[in-house]
């Protein structure tokens, strides 16, 4: 069970810390383990940071390639990108430790506060041009618009080129989002015979639902201000994203607070079990691009069975958010159709590379 | 799923850019997101910028994984999930 702790932030190392603490959710749940608050609350905090790079990441480097033909904002990210390595480091190190209910590292608060700060300031210089506790004062489309029309930085030229260009509704669809679901739920349909199917095309009540930042935001006013004036298009999926990105400073910090509060100690939850018997736990966690969920199954402290819902399953369906947008796409000469692909494509933000090839449909013999 | 190779520099280039190498496959990347990146070194690469260094250790680790799991995929017929 360590071995596949360890090698979880090994190999998927884009989104590595959300998925070793699904991981550890999962192992900690199955051995009966519950964590600290204050530990919980570490992995929270580091979660979000990572979330925090991942969706700037989008709004520096995509957004304004694809929509305002600008220089990706890499002085921005690259403060990011260093900020949430050393919030790491003072959380814990760099490498998460990966022990299922382990002690607690070694920790510099301070620092975490410091770098917390800076995260803060470059995300009100190169996205918000203003603090993200003031953006999200924003609470309605006009208050959004003068925003977008009157701030310098990247992402408020890219909602305004996304008006200009009337690519507002691009991508609206019918796929609603997927609903918070509990372990318990995502437990049963991962142990039945049916899980390997669930695990490549993941569907909820029969349908295949969006995750990620609009899943998420949906309820804040904005938000849902915007999905109801323009559905769940391209301007919306923006919204959510930047809503949520605005929300993580703050966020991390109370998740800061919990940790001043203290450690605590690990409970057993008594599960029990002797050397051969069969343990299984879930572990959930919203990672920037939707719900990540882990399942093991052990048996006598090995692992029987492993199996993860990635949140781009989910999104990118065959009966999903990406594939009904691409199908309502209006062919406007292959260049501008494969243009519009890849916006799409970034609004729900694949965890993998992607590559966009238009080929001619094949012509019907009459 | 995002499983992530890691990628050796070949060669560093201009405008803190850099040649890679991943299983033979030669790539430029963008080194504009990490610092004190040298040849040989390993990094993460999402949409063409190098998102982390990893020590030799970590890479080697990580790269023994993959190997493994190559190896054992294709001694099943079965898929990676």
Same mark, same amino acid.
């Given at each position: 069970?360590?071995?596949?702790?360890?090698?979880?932030?090994?190999?998927?190392?884009?989104?590595?810390?959300?998925?070793?603490?699904?991981?550890? =959710?999962?192992?900690?749940?199955?051995?009966?383990?519950?964590?600290?608050?204050? /530990? +919980? &609350?570490?992995?929270?905090?580091?979660?979000?940071?990572?979330?925090? +790079?991942?969706?700037?990441?989008?709004?520096?480097?995509?957004?304004?390639?694809?929509?305002?033909?600008?220089?990706?904002?890499?002085?921005?990210?690259?403060?990011?990108?260093?900020?949430?390595?050393?919030?790491?480091? =003072?959380?814990?190190?760099?490498?998460?430790?990966?022990?299922?209910?382990?002690?607690?590292?070694?920790?510099?608060?301070?620092?975490?506060?410091?770098?917390?700060?800076?995260?803060?300031?470059?995300?009100? !210089?190169?996205?918000?041009?203003?603090?993200?506790?003031?953006?999200?004062?924003?609470?309605?489309? =006009?208050?959004?618009?003068?925003?977008?029309?009157?701030?310098?930085?990247?992402?408020?030229?890219?909602?305004?080129?996304?008006?200009?260009?009337?690519?507002?509704?691009?991508?609206?669809?019918?796929?609603?989002?997927?609903?918070?679901?509990?372990?318990?739920?995502?437990?049963?349909?991962?142990?039945?015979?049916?899980?390997?199917?669930?695990?490549?095309?993941?569907?909820?009540?029969?349908?295949?639902?969006?995750?990620?930042?609009?899943?998420?935001?949906?309820?804040?006013?904005?938000?849902?201000?915007?999905?109801?004036?323009?559905?769940?298009?391209?301007?919306?999926?923006?919204? &959510?994203?930047?809503?949520?990105? &605005?929300?993580?400073?703050?966020?991390?910090?109370?998740?800061?607070?919990?940790? !001043?509060?203290?450690?605590?100690?690990? $409970?057993?939850?008594?599960?029990?079990?002797?050397?051969?018997?069969?343990?299984?736990?879930?572990?959930?966690? /919203?990672?920037?691009?939707?719900?990540?969920?882990?399942?093991?199954?052990?048996?006598?402290?090995?692992?029987?069975?492993?199996?993860?819902?990635?949140? $781009?399953?989910?999104?990118? !369906?065959?009966?999903?958010?990406?594939? !009904?947008?691409?199908?309502?796409?209006?062919?406007?000469?292959?260049?501008?159709?494969?243009?519009?692909?890849?916006?799409?494509?970034?609004?729900?933000?694949?965890?993998?590379?992607?590559?966009?090839?238009?080929?001619?449909?094949?012509?019907?013999?009459? | 799923?995002?499983?992530?190779?890691?990628?050796?520099?070949?060669?560093?280039?201009?405008?803190?850019?850099?040649?890679?190498?991943?299983?033979?496959?030669?790539?430029?990347?963008?080194?504009?997101?990490?610092?004190?990146?040298?040849?040989?070194?390993?990094?993460?690469?999402?949409?063409?910028?190098?998102?982390?260094?990893?020590?030799?250790?970590?890479?080697?680790?990580?790269?023994?994984?993959?190997?493994?799991?190559?190896?054992?995929?294709?001694?099943?017929?079965?898929?990676?999930?």
């Amino acid at each position: 069970m360590n071995e596949a702790l360890q090698a979880l932030p090994l190999l998927f190392s884009i989104c590595g810390v959300a998925q070793a603490s699904a991981g550890m =959710a999962a192992c900690e749940e199955a051995q009966g383990i519950a964590a600290t608050g204050a /530990e +919980r &609350a570490r992995r929270s905090l580091l979660v979000a940071a990572e979330a925090v +790079r991942e969706h700037a990441g989008r709004l520096l480097l995509d957004w304004p390639r694809l929509f305002i033909d600008a220089p990706p904002g890499l002085e921005d990210l690259a403060v990011l990108h260093r900020s949430v390595v050393a919030l790491r480091c =003072a959380l814990g190190g760099g490498i998460w430790q990966a022990t299922a209910g382990g002690v607690p590292p070694d920790m510099d608060l301070s620092v975490a506060s410091e770098q917390l700060s800076e995260i803060d300031a470059a995300l009100a !210089h190169g996205v918000f041009a203003m603090s993200a506790d003031d953006w999200l004062q924003i609470r309605d489309r =006009a208050a959004l618009r003068q925003w977008y029309r009157r701030a310098p930085t990247v992402a408020a030229r890219t909602l305004g080129a996304v008006e200009d260009c009337r690519l507002a509704e691009l991508g609206r669809s019918s796929v609603g989002v997927l609903p918070r679901i509990t372990s318990g739920t995502f437990s049963a349909v991962l142990d039945a015979d049916t899980a390997d199917r669930f695990t490549a095309r993941p569907v909820w009540d029969g349908r295949a639902c969006e995750t990620g930042p609009l899943a998420r935001q949906s309820r804040r006013s904005l938000v849902a201000e915007m999905q109801r004036l323009q559905g769940n298009g391209l301007m919306t999926r923006f919204v &959510a994203r930047l809503t949520e990105l &605005a929300s993580l400073p703050r966020r991390m910090g109370r998740y800061l607070q919990v940790m !001043h509060g203290g450690t605590g100690r690990r $409970t057993l939850r008594g599960s029990g079990g002797g050397a051969s018997a069969t343990q299984s736990g879930t572990g959930i966690v /919203e990672t920037a691009r939707g719900c990540l969920v882990h399942r093991v199954n052990l048996r006598g402290g090995i692992v029987e069975r492993y199996r993860i819902v990635a949140p $781009t399953e989910w999104n990118f !369906h065959p009966e999903g958010a990406l594939v !009904h947008a691409l199908l309502a796409l209006p062919v406007t000469g292959v260049q501008e159709l494969r243009r519009r692909v890849a916006m799409l494509v970034v609004a729900l933000d694949p965890c993998v590379e992607h590559e966009v090839i238009v080929e001619p449909a094949p012509t019907e013999e009459l | 799923m995002c499983l992530a190779i890691p990628a050796r520099v070949v060669r560093l280039l201009d405008d803190d850019k850099a040649l890679i190498d991943i299983g033979g496959v030669h790539n430029e990347i963008s080194l504009g997101l990490v610092e004190d990146v040298a040849v040989g070194d390993y990094v993460i690469v999402h949409v063409g910028y190098a998102i982390a260094r990893l020590d030799a250790d970590e890479a080697d680790r990580t790269l023994a994984l993959f190997a493994q799991m190559v190896s054992e995929h294709e001694g099943s017929s079965g898929e990676i999930h």
